[in-house]
């Protein structure tokens, strides 16, 4: 596998720290976007982890069309730069619609496929001809192998810098599944994989107009998928994750993630040597 090098990180081929991509689901304020990159930041670097800080501008898929998606492109963006400059760590934002690409490359060092996009050539090859790295979530209606042709459609325009996420796959109604076997058919195709575990952890509309979750299931979930082999783990976090404007019954307590950053740093250690 070749590594991806961006923004002083280096993720995939062995040897690179565990990737820690988290943040709130959505930018709640600019504050609270500050707060929470620092104090992750902060964890991250006590824990040996690299870390990227991750938030949407703009939740265009909310069960509910009542439901809060955030500031929108120009003040989201406005906010990520901030934190970028402020906090000087890498940042990660999803995409929805082909025109924000180059705006959205201008601040974030990640583009984002979100996992129901993932199919989608026009948004993928916008992201990619930006020149950033572009992280496709696995969609949950597809298969590991499926998405060599995701990934294609962003090398195929001269850019290199893919990482794949997983997801978990639709498990009947309102519900996802993991295969572990997923981890290692992906990073089989040769790009760094990420697993996302609080989203993994969703009950798709399980809830009155929102997604429900299961948070208590994190700490073993991204246990296994780092002992699995991957290159990096996807968190949401959010201080009170009951008052969460997104996402509230999936992220994990910021007070917990050092202790399972901890751990899942040595993990991957071991995950490391084992390959």
């Known amino acids: 596998m070749q590594p991806i090098q961006f923004a002083g990180i280096t993720v995939g081929g062995g040897g690179s720290a565990l990737l820690l991509i988290a943040g709130p ?30 938030a949407s501008y703009d939740k265009a898929n909310r069960t509910s ?13 406005r906010v990520l730069a901030r934190v970028r ?17 180059a705006a959205a490359a201008e601040v974030a060092d990640i583009l984002q496929i979100p996992a129901f996009l ?9 992201a990619a001809r930006t020149g950033r790295v572009v992280n496709i979530k696995k969609g949950q209606f597809l298969a590991p192998a499926d998405m ?25 109604y309102n519900n996802l599944v993991v295969d ?28 009155d107009g929102v997604t429900a979750g299961q948070a208590e299931f994190i700490e073993p979930m991204a246990s296994a998928g780092v002992a699995a ?24 307590r910021l007070d ?9 740093v040595r993990l991957h250690a071991i995950a490391s040597e084992a390959v």
């Not at 995701?150 to 009947?172: M, Q, S």
């Not at 082999?229 to 999936?250: C, M, T, Y």
């Open 25 to 54: 689901c959505v930018i709640e304020s600019e504050s609270h976007a500050i707060d929470t990159a620092m104090a992750v930041r902060d964890i991250a670097r006590r824990a040996g982890a690299q870390y990227v800080f991750k």
């Open 229 to 252: 082999g991957i290159d990096g783990i996807f968190l949401e976090v959010h201080e009170r994750p009951e008052q969460a404007k997104s996402d509230a019954q999936n992220a994990l």
């Open 180 to 207: 572990m076997r997923a981890f290692p058919l992906l990073r089989a195709l040769g790009y760094p994989v990420i697993y996302d575990v609080t989203h993994s952890l969703q009950l798709p509309g399980a809830g």
């Open 118 to 126: 993932s199919r989608q050539t026009d948004l993928i090859v916008a």
């Open 65 to 77: 069309g009542r439901s809060f998606r955030g500031p929108g492109l120009k003040e989201g963006l």
């Open 148 to 172: 060599r042709h995701a990934i294609a459609k962003v090398t195929d325009t001269g850019n290199p810098k893919v990482i794949v996420t997983e997801r978990g796959f639709t498990f009947g």
């Open 256 to 264: 917990k993630l050092e202790p399972l950053l901890r751990r899942l």
């Open 85 to 101: 400059h402020d906090v000087g760590v890498p940042i990660l934002t999803d995409i929805h619609e082909p025109a924000h690409a």
